[in-house]
């Protein structure tokens, strides 16, 4: 029998076949095969999909010893290592497993063990040796605000709202599973106020409302170091608080996202326990993405010592080619040793394995431990009945290590005991639970948990006492004398406040940007958030600069106040042994004291925030004191007579002298902006920053005033000593006693705004050196006194190496270029964000329920139901009937406000075919930057053509108006746009006014510096541009996704290039083609990102 089958149809003339003849036998193979096929297909299809391919880790020495396959990737290597027959895994069957899987599709819940494909989901499903299911349930949506380079959940800068209904139906679920231990965990929704902490706790809550007897473990994330979200959490009635530290300390910044700290993290896990002591915590480590050895070690005894109970240890595995390369695969060998290492260390258990997961067989080991430590409790309760550690505190035995530090630690100072049991790697409850024992109470709550530890936090006070440090010091001491005799005379009043007005402009915009991004770096920080990475690095640069010379001029001048007083001893001596410097410009001679008073103050703050915080509070207050006791005896004997001198009079030198004096008391000003380099130190930045920063400028600029006012009244303007202005005027009315108090406040006053220049200066580094801009090592942080001693160190070095060689006044006038260009980007960043559009997933999250999308309509939603036509122009938004019917205090407002961010205002819809075609922000942004340009032309010509100007030359009058109208054109162009004020707790008032203002004073004084300084300041930049393009452009972290600040406005800047960044906005898609120098290729926002894998990703599976 055959039969017979067309062949090759094509290839003949219509109706010729061949026919193909097929034995009997190959017949029956084929149907046999076709058989097996769809019984496979079926199979397939009603079993586990891929993620499911798994295997019970129980390795056996002979299954990988012999493996001779390369197991790490060496530094530049780019060939991904091939999977080692360990992590390959088989399809797990069972009926347990069957059954969950069939009923998570039935009610369409999510898991994170399919959604991150772990390979142990058959062992937790189908259950273990003692028939313990657990299964894990992702809340609050798939989508997370963050962007670790190792996760592949999807990303979004604003997810879509919680679900209200999503704690009932996920109780109602679990339930109807009949499971033994239930895993929670969430994405993190940094884009709501508390995190979704609350939603959280409303889920453990029901869940153990509708089965009591179910074990509840929580996967939470740090919520930013919020107390009082984790505070909702731990008490939420859930069994086990878990929280990843997920790698070592020193890859933290390369693996997890930037707002992910590793000490966040730990204070994180601390916290839960000073809540709830009774509560178990746990935590998983990632091995293979290139730690060593001891940093394992390290991490192990850093989450012993804020008593975490519970740890798993398992193998990185790169999701898609988008992620973090495996380094290395850890062999179960080195698994099983860290096995044994944390149960040395005494962890309640220790999970370590190649497939081990954050969650694995969390219900079978939790009723093991539980089991077990029952017994031992039992046992210890007979024993000893009154234990220094009470049964129901801790599930486990401490050794007697722990128990002896702790019984020691109560008799201690709570700070005092977190110092030694850091030290000593005690776990945190141990001592804690000794003093609640004794009645001692718990610590008090703050609004924000630090990004350091508890005691290295500022609060309000010691912020403002910062900020009046740094300022009153030098200035006050040394400038005013030399400012009242030779420049401005009695009229110093007026120069100190003009200088206090151009001051308080750049202060209200560093308190606007204080608000916005709450981050180390001051100005630096803002820059980059708003303009971009190179003109951050430029800033930076010169805020460096500022920070360093600052250091040295105040360090020169207590140097010289004090060698005053001792009669110039230092200086003669200094001058016999070494002799004159000849050099034109370096000093006289070698300032050996200022030399060693920089280089002792650094010491000092290598102690802490906390302690130099006190100690700066202390000084402050006492030169506080000390100028208000020169301006009482000074209006006592003040004599009008003296403001009024014959052929004088108030103003010797006439109005050029009160600009002259303003300009030079303007360094007695400059340090304001120090207080935004402690916003990672402040426990609630967003409202301690910017009112520390106007209230310390208002005390300051009042005290000033009066002390300047006190001593011109006090005796004439021309009698007063530039050296020892204050001493010696006291010392002419006869009041002597009065010259020690005051020198006693001038020491302490320089000092303050020495530590106040050496305090920001280590920060800046750090900032810089965080986003990869300066090398690495800058941007490490000292785990006991949380300082970064490295910067502190070169900053100390540095400077009294300026303070040795340098003169005073050479110092004053090289500072003083770099301190006005960063006030003026600072003003200009200030417009540039309140006029730019934030992005569309963010206002779609705003109102969730007002028709229209970007996704079905093409454009983002608008209130009334409209949506904004793609790529709209700026002018294509009415407004005009929402404006007048809408409640500015209700969330349709701000929508209204959101929708319209950058785009014309109603009234000027004549701009409309002038600037009708520009994206929304963009003719904003050319308007300031046009701004700035004319705002040097018009200072040039007042420096230069001034006489002309004042002689009525028609070419002058001329180019003179037609500068001024360009100037005033900008304003306007800019007002006629709608701003963006969203989420700000401090806003600038009277914006673009107020900071154009202080664009055009802060460039006016900086057209007045003198050749000299200028070339100086190009040398430093060319330096730093050397380091830019040679080191910092090539590692910067600009580009990497979830590197981006909090409060950012666009989507756009996570990835912005150091160049240009274009966006486009079609179909309700938003993409960003960054070009960025090292060779990254364009790609989508984090918005866009979803969790696939390729098909080539597993190529070695």
Known sequence: MASSVPLLRNSLPKGKYVPLIIPQQCKHSVASATNQLEKIRERLENGPNFQDFVQHPDYNKEDWSAYEGKLRREKGENERLRLPPW??????????????????????????????????????????????????????????????????VKTARAPPPLDPAEPMNTATAIASWGLDYIVLTSVDRDDLPDGGSKHIAATIKEIKHQNPRIFVECLAPDFRGDIECIETVAKSGLDVYAHNIETVEALTPFVRDRRARYRQSLECLASVKRFNPNLMTK??????????????????????????????????????????????????EKFKHWEERGNQLGFLYTASGPLVRSSYKAGEFFITSILRNRATEEAAGKAKEDSDVPRNVTLFAPSLQSRFIATIAKFLPRKVAMRLRMTTHVPIYVAQCVRVREGKGRPKKSNKLPLTVPDCALGQNQTDFKGI??????????????????????????????????????????AEFGTRVPKAGSAYVYTYVSIGEFWAFVIGWNIILEHMLGAASVARAWSGYVDSMLGNIVANITMEITGEMHEQLLAKYPDFLAFFVCLSYAVAL??????????????????????????????WYASPDNWSLPEQGFMPYGFGG??????????????FDSIATSGEEAKNPSISIPLATILS?????????????ALTLMIPYNEINPAAALPDAFGMRGITWAKYAISTGAICGMTTTLLGSLFALPRCLYAMASDGLLFSCFGKVNTKTQVPLLNLALSGVCSALLALLFDLEKLVEFMSIGTLLAYTIVSASVIVLRYRPISVEETVHLAPDTPGTDEEDGGPALPGGGTAPTGAPCGGIDSSSQSSTIDPSSPTSEMIEIALAGRLRPQFRWLEPVLGRCEPGVACSGAVLMFCVLSVAVCFQLENSWDELYNGTWWALGLYGFLLFCLVACVVVISAHHQNTRGLQFKVPFVPYIPALSIFCNIELMVHLSFLTWLRFFIWLSIGMLVYFL????????????????????????????????????????????????????????????????DDDDEDS
């Open 87 to 152: 992590l390959k895994t088989k399809i797990p069957m069972g009926k347990d497993f069957t059954r969950i899987k069939e009923q998570l599709r039935e009610l369409k819940l999510a898991t994170v063990c399919e959604e991150a494909k772990c390979p142990n989901i058959g062992e937790c499903w189908g259950g273990g040796e003692h028939g313990t299911q657990t299964a894990t349930i992702m809340l609050m949506g798939d989508t997370c605000t963050r962007g670790c380079r190792f996760c592949s």
């Open 283 to 332: 935590s998983s480590i990632m091995l293979g993405l290139g730690e060593t050895d001891e940093q394992v070690e390290q991490t192990l005894k850093d989450l012993r010592s804020v008593g975490v109970d519970c740890l798993t240890l398992g193998q990185y595995m790169q999701p898609t080619k988008r992620h973090l390369k495996v380094i290395e695969y850890v062999t179960p």
């Open 469 to 510: 440090g740094h300022m009153v010091g030098a200035g006050i001491y040394v400038l005013t004398g030399t400012v009242a005799r030779e420049m401005a005379g009695p009229a110093i009043v007026l120069s100190f406040i003009l200088a206090g007005l151009v001051s308080l402009l750049a202060a209200l915009c560093y």
């Open 606 to 635: 290598a102690a802490g925030v906390k302690a130099t915080a006190m100690i700066n509070s202390i000084l402050t207050t006492v030169n506080v004191a000390v100028m208000a006791l020169v301006v009482v005896l000074g209006f």
């Open 658 to 671: 009160v600009l002259a004096g303003a300009a030079t008391c303007f360094y007695a000003f400059v340090g």
């Open 697 to 709: 400028l208002c005390v300051v600029t009042v005290g000033y005033v009066l002390v300047s006012a």
């Open 1031 to 1094: 080191y910092g452009i090539h590692n910067s972290k600009e580009g990497e996704l979830g590197t981006s600040y909090s409060m950012l406005m666009s989507t756009s800047e996570a990835i912005r290039g150091w160049g240009s960044t274009s966006t486009a906005l079609g179909g309700g898609t938003k993409v960003t083609v960054t070009k960025i120098i090292k060779g990254r290729i364009s790609r989508k926002t984090a918005g866009d990102r979803q969790a696939i894998v390729d």
